[in-house]
């Protein structure tokens, strides 16, 4: 028997939760002010949404239309794009060669009309599905209303917001910003002037740790943070006072290690101001830690009077089948940081959470962003939020995101090292030494000739994170997919220049 066939064998769990918005049917934006509210049939079939999936065209109706209309907005081919995009575009990314030009819920088309499954979520951005349609009526109404007012003045948005993030997550108050490197920022801003104020230490000595293969984005801070040399290379000098290193020794600070950070704590408790982590790292990998780990972290932190800041913009908004993935450890990080889906992928929002005497710290006029509490991002993101509770997306991640890595551990492929993963965020660790040379990238690129896009990260693993609305008929079609390129590996064409 093909490993793909006993994937089919797999024994059925509990009735399916599936969230009503799917399948999507939301194809037509009306932004206009005077425009009535978007009126969607969240129960139809999207046109052209076959599951004819390898290679297979299924273009929409309203491709060739929407293309010719909007002709200097979106490039005529797959091949266009690329070619543009590299001539005219600063090449800090390797994007797989495909090119999105219409999505809904789990599923992408190209300009050709080709269908694929998306299993990475842009990052974990789109939990919500691509394109959902509440959240485009929420864009779409408030974009013919008011959609900046800078917070040099109030708008009618941003409280509503700050109230329903209160309500959600239990923190006293937020921050607003729009990117998730920013509230990463922001968070060791807040936690420096915390150390200073509140904490009383000396000025220029507040200290910030972190972990050995972290990721907190790509700014100056998050780099110096870094541990990846690649990320680092020719960025230097990097700042102060901060990284996942002993300064007494250099000795590195390694994730689910506590005895790593007692030590930083024992010897520079005093002038420490904060902790920062993942509770879940991503792109090392999909690393979960020990159960012990975040508790053990946390009491230390209380012990050294050190502000844990648990990064969530990955990890958070139900992606591992919690709404924040530190609430597997049974914990409430001091400092929480937020972005990606909190916004469904639909507008760039983000935040810092904390109580009073943290968030208090910071002065009018020393720290903020034009676009940070905007009323069209605010509004998108309280229906993001209401969204994954209404339509059990959490339910949902945690029940598939177990039938997930049973059905990759099924397959006893000697190709797959491990599955690991919490909820919808998994990888698969390939051992390279039984593929005759081809690598995970060589994997992916096989995924995507048969209708399935996931990515590399960190040479030989593989990430799978989708959307959290993905049916299980969906999901077991994405392992169906997944056996069957594992299987032709081996012999598969190498690819060059990766």
């Known amino acids: 028997m093909s490993l793909h066939l006993c994937l089919l064998n797999l024994p059925s769990s509990a009735p399916c939760i599936v969230p009503s918005s799917r399948p999507f049917a939301a194809d037509n934006l009306l932004l206009a002010a005077a425009a009535p509210p978007v009126k969607v049939n969240r129960f139809a079939s999207p046109q052209g949404s076959s599951r004819k999936i390898a290679g297979t065209m299924t273009p929409h109706a309203n491709d060739a239309a929407s293309r010719d209309g909007n002709s200097r907005f979106h490039a005529s081919s797959t091949e266009e794009a690329i070619a543009v995009e590299s001539e005219c575009a600063a090449h800090n990314y390797h994007p797989l060669p495909v090119v999105f030009a219409r999505a809904q819920g789990v599923n992408v088309w190209d300009p050709e009309g080709r269908h694929y499954l998306d299993f990475l979520s842009a990052y974990s951005a789109v939990n919500q599905g691509h394109c959902h349609p509440e959240l485009v009526k929420a864009l779409a109404e408030q974009a013919g209303r008011l959609t900046l007012s800078s917070r040099a003045f109030h708008n009618d948005v941003f409280p509503k917001w700050a109230e329903k993030i209160r309500q959600v997550f239990g923190y006293e108050m937020v921050l607003p910003m729009n990117t ?7 968070a060791i801003k807040i936690a420096r002037k915390w150390a200073y104020k509140v904490k009383g230490v000396e000025q220029g000595k507040a200290l910030v740790f972190c972990v050995t293969d972290n990721f907190h984005g790509r700014s100056m801070t998050a780099i110096t943070l870094s541990t990846d040399p690649e990320s680092k290379d020719n960025y230097g000098p990097y700042l102060p006072n901060i990284g996942a290193a002993n300064p007494s020794n250099g000795k590195p600070i390694r994730f689910n290690n506590v005895s790593d950070l007692e030590e930083v704590l024992d010897a520079h408790g005093k002038h420490t101001a904060a902790f920062l982590v993942e509770p879940i790292q991503g792109e090392a990998g999909v690393v979960v830690p020990d159960e012990d780990y975040l508790p053990r972290v946390h009491e230390l932190c209380k012990k050294h009077n050190v502000l844990l800041i648990c990064d969530e913009i990955q990890t958070g908004i139900g992606r591992t089948g919690r ?3 530190s609430e597997w450890s049974g914990i409430k990080p001091d400092v929480v940081t937020l972005g990606k889906a909190i916004s469904g992928g639909m507008y760039p929002v983000s935040a810092v959470m904390s109580t009073k005497e943290v968030m208090l710290v910071v002065e009018p006029g020393t ?20 969204l994954i509770e209404e339509e059990n997306m ?4 945690e029940r598939l995101g177990n039938l997930f890595r049973d059905g ?6 000697p190709i797959v090292k491990t599955v690991r993963g919490r909820g919808l965020l998994n990888a ?13 990238w060589d994997l992916c690129l096989l995924l995507k000739s048969k209708g399935l896009l996931a990515k590399p990260t960190h040479g030989d693993i593989i990430r799978f994170a ?4 993905i049916t299980e008929t969906e999901l077991r079609k994405g392992l169906s997919i997944i056996a069957e390129a594992i299987q032709e590996l081996p012999t598969a064409e190498k690819s060059t220049g990766h």
């Not at 034009?370 to 209401?386: D, H």
């Not at 959490?394 to 991640?397: E, M, Y």
């Not at 989708?466 to 609305?469: A, I, N, R, T």
């Open 408 to 413: 990759i551990t099924a397959l006893g492929s």
């Open 466 to 469: 989708p959307p959290l609305v």
């Open 428 to 440: 698969m660790v390939i051992d390279e030494t039984a593929t005759d040379g081809r690598t995970a």
């Open 367 to 386: 720290h903020g962003s034009t676009y940070g509490g905007n009323p069209l991002g605010c509004a998108v993101s309280i229906r993001a939020l209401e």
């Open 394 to 397: 959490i339910v949902n991640a």
């Open 180 to 186: 998730g490197v920013e509230a990463a920022e922001t």
């Open 323 to 325: 709404m924040l993935a």
